[in-house]
């Protein structure tokens, strides 16, 4: 009689730490759910700001090369008159061009 009330209370305790273990199981579950939504939800916004960031590098250099493009010294009045000025105006846009840097055009006064 006492070797079953030891056994029934060595199995009440056994339960309850299962049942503790199970709920600690469950909640690492959950957070671990948790956790591979967020990453999978932070996965999908770094591509969509690469996908944006390609675009508008893409936008600018077809700017630049529209900007090169159309740049004809010999239409320029104020250039054609001076090849030395229409070579600088050159070489900025193109440095900026290739450097991929803004261009800034000085205010005038």
């Known amino acids: 009689m006492v070797a079953l009330t030891l056994s029934l209370v060595a199995a009440c305790a056994?339960?309850?730490?299962?049942?503790?273990?199970?709920?600690?199981?469950?909640?690492?579950?959950?957070?671990?759910?948790?956790?591979?939504?967020?990453?999978?939800?932070?996965?999908?916004?770094?591509?969509?700001?690469?996908?944006?960031?390609?675009?508008?590098?893409?936008l600018s250099?077809?700017?630049?090369?529209?900007?090169?493009?159309?740049l004809k010294c010999s239409t320029n009045k104020k250039l054609k008159s001076s090849p030395l000025l229409c070579s600088f105006a050159l070489y900025i846009l193109a440095s900026a061009f290739l450097n991929n840097s803004p261009i800034s055009v000085p205010s005038s006064g």
């Open 14 to 58: 056994t339960t309850s730490d299962l049942e503790r273990l199970q709920s600690q199981v469950n909640g690492l579950d959950t957070s671990v759910k948790q956790a591979s939504a967020d990453a999978a939800n932070a996965q999908t916004r770094a591509a969509a700001a690469e996908d944006a960031a390609n675009r508008a590098a893409q």
């Open 61 to 70: 250099q077809d700017a630049n090369k529209k900007i090169l493009k159309n």
